[in-house]
């Protein structure tokens, strides 16, 4: 087929409603960024002053003159890539062992797997909290990370992701004398590196934003994560620092999040389009 028919042509109107559809998303990023770098004076008369400068960094540079900042990144990072690596681990080896191994009540742990997509996190908030208090979890890093790695949708994701993966490859190297672990090692888990880019990112992102679980597990000041300590800020000097700060504090939580995501895109695309990374 020639290569101009199969390209999509978008006639004026099509072109007009994608960049209405992409002004209508980018918007509200680019109010918050003009907000974030403008006076707190400037914005009390009117938000409007956002749209015309001077601007400034100064916001940013309050964000910095809080000494724990510093630290509730470090934490934020810290629990964030290890919920990320353990979603990562276990999911993988769960997905392999779902779809490509054949053991008793496959199917139903599978099921009972599923389950836990329909079980909401604050269900069992209760619970969850008298057992990490009773194991001493609370204000540690462990305490914040462990709940993260109950992945349902993880396990979910990898399994339907080695489905897809040909049965030939095992049996070929099987022939070969591979063992299981050095078929899921060398073999299957390579091919996986689409799908597990885009949970990486889900997870992480899961995580990094995560306000809940940290809220009632870290009680001390130093093991606040980001999106804690900085909503405790705001509560301490919001009524002072105004508008422009409260949107600075916004975009510095979510640049993490947006170079994880640039960084991995063509992985994350490949995998939604089901294709491997070559």
């Keep these: 087929m020639d290569a101009s028919l199969r390209r999509t042509r978008l006639g004026p109107l099509g072109w007009a409603g994608l960049l209405i559809g992409a002004a209508i998303m ?3 990023l680019v109010w918050t960024l003009l907000l974030s ?3 707190n004076g400037e914005l009390v008369g009117h938000s409007a002053a956002a749209l015309h400068g001077p601007y400034t ?5 309050a964000i910095f003159g809080n000494s724990m900042t510093l630290r509730w990144l470090l934490n934020s990072a810290i629990v964030a890539l290890g919920t990320t690596a353990g979603v990562l681990v276990l999911a993988s080896l769960a997905g392999y062992g779902f779809s490509r191994l054949d053991f008793p009540f496959r199917r139903t742990l599978f099921v009972v797997v599923l389950l836990g997509l329909a079980v909401p996190s604050q269900a069992v908030i209760l619970p969850q909290h008298q057992l990490f208090a009773w194991a001493h979890l609370h204000n540690t890093y462990p305490g914040l990370m462990l709940p993260g790695l109950i992945a349902p949708f993880g ?3 990898m399994t339907t992701f ?3 993966i040909p049965r030939e ?4 190297a099987m022939l070969d004398g591979a063992s299981r672990w050095t078929i899921f090692w060398k073999v299957i888990l390579p091919l996986t590196v689409p799908a597990q880019s885009t949970l990486a990112v889900f997870t992480f992102l899961g995580s990094w934003n995560d306000y809940w679980w940290p809220l009632i597990s870290a009680t001390r000041s130093d093991m606040y994560t980001l999106t804690v300590g900085l909503a405790a800020s705001q509560m301490n000097y919001a009524q002072t620092s105004g508008l422009g700060f409260l949107m600075s504090q916004a975009v510095f939580a979510s640049i993490p999040i947006f170079i994880v995501y640039v960084a991995l895109q063509k992985q994350i695309v490949r995998a939604m389009a089901g294709t491997s990374v070559r």
């Design 155 to 157: 396990v979910f994701f």
């Design 37 to 39: 770098l403008k006076n």
């Design 162 to 164: 080695m489905r897809g």
């Design 57 to 61: 960094l100064e916001n940013y540079a």
């Design 26 to 28: 980018i918007a509200p």
């Design 169 to 172: 490859l095992d049996e070929a």
